[in-house]
């Protein structure tokens, strides 16, 4: 998705979070559902909880929406404090993962639901929902009740619902879990589409990561209740702050370490997995002997039936096993040195002469500055 | 069955099909011996003659001497059920008690099953317990039971007297008062049971989308909750509403002498009066009343989109 002006919000100091999260806390007796939270999240982003199921985040997207009530800590929306104040009365708005649309309401009602319950003037309220089923392509769809339309234009009548109040932020749990993949790819670009035109700030919940990667401006990363890293998207990938995010958010290869030493720029760790010393850059200075783990990602790493030129990590392999996906192939190699490492090429010729196959050794290699160093 | 069946036939009588079609039957062959075909005495009955005889009424075929026979029927008993006033009042006595007693029931069941079905899982299996639990004991017991509590020396009268807040028992048995408790009692559950099936499957979420899109609480309920539990409310009111209305046993036990109920007269029509044929144009005009709103549910039914609730 391109966007003409990138929303950086979060980089400037002056500029007031417009959702902020501060020490939440949820138990369910003696679960904690979600451990002392703090997120400030701005205006017009497009912001993804991410995380495994039952790391808290429905938890946490459900305190925004007050259906579920805080045990400890405190929740603003534009300045105001909304931690006690009812669902009903909060300028937010839900599109629940199952939908929840009215089963005895057409179309047309369920979008109107909202703006009745606003007591808004009938003609108001006909141009308003005829204007938003235009939004999302449902106008012939108005007079359905919600099962006689799909899955999809189910899912395009909850985020019509949700919007008509024109709130200042939307809550969406899962908003495409329930599609299938062809129709969840389109849907996700025209959800980031309508995100653009209206400038309401989205927070998202889910557990799909390249729906995190692909819509957002920002996501967290969060693990049983506690968040794990907050960033950009690229943030995240490359520069994964912890074992945690380092291996829910993609694919990586992570092998364990002790900290040799450190100056400042580069920190070198023995590698006994990989059986070598490799120097990481970085301006860390753990303490030697500290144990850490090294990471690369499989498309970080080139594959090649000879050896490539020095200056890299390099090691020989044998391919274990090997998964074509059309436009990349990814490789299961079990390396000289005995961890098996996963590999994904680019396949940029048609021919498949040239490239490795089942049990062909082969020769690994990755820059240095590839590898990420995680401390925790 | 024999070698030169041919194979479709053989599968017809062997496969699950056939199984399909005897398992249907079964119901379908009870629901007739034992339904339809009493009605059909019933209804033969209502259209003869009162006779000192044994069965006492004429018969539906006369053989006559010269060996012709012919078919008695008559109407006299209907126009004489429809003509009477005092059978009009009865069957409108009926079916105001009966309705009252199902508005009550509803009024009192839908808070108890709501009450069950938003409970903890864990209890709404002890809470559906209590509910059923008066079908343990016999019917006619708990009435009784009625009685011995609301008596001018029952349990009640003498605790009240005891506390002083009254100086002589109160008249409560043999008042129409004691018929609604009675009623009541009797058919909450039938109430309550069909309510809670449809507000336990009535999904959460739905009433949190309510409440998220500015529906206060008593709006979600009004909007959702309600209409949603519709076929619940519809069910709940027949099933207590149809025996209501021919009920016998709770007049005849808890009412007074004036209260006069269908189900009463019939049985004092067809035992003191031995008029059957009276007795039975009374038991079929009660079918057709009670078959009216069936009807009417059924055509409402049929009439909304389907997969609705």
């Given at each position: 998705?391109e966007?003409?002006e990138p929303?950086?919000a979060?980089?400037?100091?002056?500029?007031?979070?417009?959702?902020?999260?501060?020490g939440?806390?949820?138990?369910?007796g003696?679960?904690?559902?979600?451990?002392a939270?703090?997120l400030?999240i701005?205006?017009?982003e497009?912001?993804?909880?991410?995380?495994p199921?039952g790391?808290?985040?429905?938890?946490?997207?459900r305190m925004?929406?007050g259906?579920?009530?805080?045990?400890a800590?405190r929740?603003?929306?534009d300045?105001i404090d909304?931690?006690d104040v009812p669902?009903?009365?909060?300028?937010?708005n839900?599109m629940?993962?199952s939908y929840?649309?009215?089963?005895h309401?057409?179309?047309a009602q369920?979008v109107?639901?909202g703006?009745k319950?606003?007591?808004?003037?009938g003609?108001e309220?006909?141009?308003?929902?005829?204007e938003?089923l235009?939004?999302?392509?449902l106008?012939?769809?108005?007079?359905a009740?919600?099962?006689?339309?799909?899955?999809?234009?189910?899912?395009?009548?909850?985020?019509?619902?949700?919007?008509i109040?024109?709130?200042?932020?939307?809550?969406?749990?899962?908003p495409?879990?329930a599609?299938?993949?062809?129709?969840r790819?389109?849907t996700?670009?025209?959800?980031?589409g309508?995100q653009d035109?209206l400038g309401?700030?989205f927070?998202?919940v889910t557990?799909?990561?390249?729906e995190a990667?692909?819509?957002?401006t920002?996501?967290a990363?969060m693990?049983e209740?506690?968040?794990?890293?907050?960033?950009?998207?690229?943030?995240?990938?490359e520069?994964?702050?912890?074992?945690f995010?380092?291996?829910?958010?993609g694919?990586?290869?992570l092998?364990e370490?002790?900290?040799v030493?450190?100056?400042?720029?580069?920190?070198r760790v023995?590698?006994d997995?990989?059986?070598?010393?490799?120097?990481v850059?970085?301006?860390?200075?753990p303490?030697?002997g500290?144990?850490?783990?090294?990471?690369?990602?499989?498309?970080?790493?080139?594959?090649a039936?000879?050896?490539?030129?020095?200056?890299?990590?390099?090691?020989r392999?044998v391919?274990?096993?090997?998964g074509?996906f059309?436009?990349l192939?990814?490789?299961?190699?079990?390396?000289e040195?005995?961890?098996?490492?996963?590999?994904?090429a680019?396949?940029r010729?048609?021919?498949?002469?040239?490239?490795?196959?089942?049990?062909?050794?082969v020769y690994?290699?990755w820059e240095?500055s590839s590898t990420?160093?995680?401390v925790? | 069955m024999?070698?030169?069946?041919p194979?479709g036939?053989?599968?017809?009588?062997?496969?699950?099909?056939?199984?399909l079609?005897?398992g249907?039957?079964?119901p379908?062959?009870?629901?007739l011996l034992?339904?339809?075909?009493?009605?059909?005495?019933?209804?033969?009955i209502?259209?003869?003659?009162?006779?000192?005889a044994?069965?006492?009424?004429?018969?539906?075929?006369?053989w006559a001497a010269?060996a012709t026979h012919?078919?008695?029927?008559?109407?006299?008993n209907y126009?004489?059920?429809l003509?009477?006033?005092?059978y009009?009042?009865t069957?409108?006595?009926?079916?105001?008690?009966a309705a009252?007693?199902?508005?009550?029931c509803?009024?009192?069941g839908y808070?108890?099953?709501?009450?069950?079905?938003r409970?903890r899982?864990?209890n709404?299996?002890?809470l559906?317990?209590l509910?059923?639990l008066?079908?343990?004991?016999s019917f006619?017991?708990?009435v009784?039971?009625?009685?011995?509590?609301?008596?001018?020396?029952?349990?009640?009268?003498?605790l009240?007297l005891?506390?002083?807040?009254?100086?002589?028992?109160?008249q409560?048995?043999y008042?129409?008062?004691a018929?609604?408790?009675?009623?009541?009692?009797s058919y909450l559950?039938f109430?309550?049971?069909?309510?809670?099936?449809?507000l336990e499957?009535l999904?959460?979420?739905?009433?949190?989308?309510a409440s998220d899109?500015?529906?206060?609480?008593r709006?979600?309920?009004?909007?959702v909750t309600?209409?949603?539990?519709f076929?619940?409310?519809v069910a709940?009111?027949l099933l207590v509403?149809?025996?209501?209305?021919g009920?016998?046993?709770?007049?005849?036990?808890l009412?007074?002498?004036d209260s006069?109920?269908?189900g009463?007269?019939?049985y004092d029509?067809?035992?003191?009066?031995?008029?059957w044929?009276?007795?039975?144009?009374?038991a079929v005009?009660l079918?057709?009343?009670l078959?009216?709103p069936?009807?009417?549910?059924?055509?409402?039914e049929?009439?909304r989109?389907?997969?609705?609730l």
């Amino acid at each position: 998705m391109e966007r003409p002006e990138p929303n950086t919000a979060w980089l400037d100091p002056e500029a007031k979070p417009f959702v902020r999260i501060m020490g939440v806390t949820k138990r369910f007796g003696d679960f904690v559902a979600v451990d002392a939270v703090d997120l400030d999240i701005y205006k017009a982003e497009l912001f993804s909880i991410l995380g495994p199921s039952g790391c808290g985040k429905s938890t946490l997207l459900r305190m925004l929406a007050g259906l579920e009530t805080l045990t400890a800590g405190r929740i603003e929306i534009d300045g105001i404090d909304m931690t006690d104040v009812p669902p009903y009365e909060r300028p937010l708005n839900m599109m629940f993962q199952s939908y929840a649309l009215f089963p005895h309401m057409t179309v047309a009602q369920n979008v109107a639901y909202g703006l009745k319950k606003d007591r808004r003037p009938g003609g108001e309220i006909r141009q308003r929902v005829a204007e938003m089923l235009e939004l999302v392509k449902l106008t012939p769809c108005a007079d359905a009740k919600p099962d006689q339309i799909s899955g999809g234009q189910s899912q395009r009548v909850a985020l019509a619902r949700a919007l008509i109040k024109r709130p200042k932020v939307l809550l969406l749990d899962e908003p495409l879990a329930a599609l299938d993949k062809k129709l969840r790819e389109h849907t996700q670009f025209e959800l980031a589409g309508i995100q653009d035109q209206l400038g309401v700030t989205f927070v998202v919940v889910t557990h799909d990561q390249e729906e995190a990667m692909a819509l957002s401006t920002r996501l967290a990363v969060m693990n049983e209740g506690r968040f794990t890293q907050i960033g950009t998207p690229a943030d995240i990938y490359e520069h994964p702050r912890n074992r945690f995010t380092a291996d829910f958010v993609g694919k990586i290869n992570l092998f364990e370490g002790v900290v040799v030493a450190s100056d400042g720029e580069n920190v070198r760790v023995r590698c006994d997995a990989l059986d070598r010393e490799l120097t990481v850059p970085g301006e860390a200075r753990p303490p030697a002997g500290q144990p850490v783990a090294l990471a690369v990602r499989p498309e970080k790493i080139f594959i090649a039936k000879q050896p490539e030129e020095n200056g890299r990590v390099a090691m020989r392999g044998v391919v274990l096993d090997l998964g074509y996906f059309g436009g990349l192939s990814l490789y299961r190699v079990k390396s000289e040195c005995g961890p098996v490492i996963e590999v994904s090429a680019q396949n940029r010729q048609r021919a498949a002469r040239g490239r490795p196959e089942w049990d062909d050794e082969v020769y690994l290699s990755w820059e240095a500055s590839s590898t990420i160093l995680l401390v925790d | 069955m024999g070698a030169s069946a041919p194979p479709g036939k053989q599968r017809s009588w062997r496969g699950p099909r056939a199984w399909l079609r005897i398992g249907l039957a079964l119901p379908y062959g009870w629901l007739l011996l034992f339904l339809l075909a009493p009605f059909l005495i019933v209804l033969r009955i209502s259209l003869a003659d009162p006779i000192v005889a044994l069965p006492p009424y004429t018969p539906l075929f006369d053989w006559a001497a010269d060996a012709t026979h012919r078919i008695y029927v008559t109407l006299d008993n209907y126009r004489f059920v429809l003509g009477d006033d005092l059978y009009l009042y009865t069957y409108l006595n009926s079916l105001q008690l009966a309705a009252v007693s199902t508005a009550l029931c509803l009024l009192i069941g839908y808070p108890m099953a709501y009450g069950i079905a938003r409970a903890r899982p864990a209890n709404r299996n002890l809470l559906l317990m209590l509910v059923v639990l008066p079908f343990w004991i016999s019917f006619l017991l708990r009435v009784y039971a009625w009685m011995g509590l609301l008596g001018t020396h029952g349990t009640i009268n003498g605790l009240l007297l005891w506390a002083g807040i009254i100086d002589e028992p109160l008249q409560m048995l043999y008042t129409e008062g004691a018929i609604f408790v009675g009623m009541v009692y009797s058919y909450l559950p039938f109430m309550i049971l069909p309510l809670y099936a449809t507000l336990e499957r009535l999904d959460p979420a739905l009433l949190e989308a309510a409440s998220d899109l500015g529906g206060r609480p008593r709006q979600v309920f009004v909007d959702v909750t309600l209409p949603l539990s519709f076929p619940g409310i519809v069910a709940g009111c027949l099933l207590v509403f149809i025996p209501a209305m021919g009920e016998f046993v709770i007049p005849a036990l808890l009412g007074g002498p004036d209260s006069l109920m269908i189900g009463r007269v019939l049985y004092d029509e067809f035992f003191s009066n031995r008029d059957w044929p009276v007795a039975a144009a009374d038991a079929v005009l009660l079918l057709a009343i009670l078959i009216a709103p069936i009807g009417l549910f059924q055509y409402f039914e049929s009439r909304r989109p389907e997969g609705e609730l």
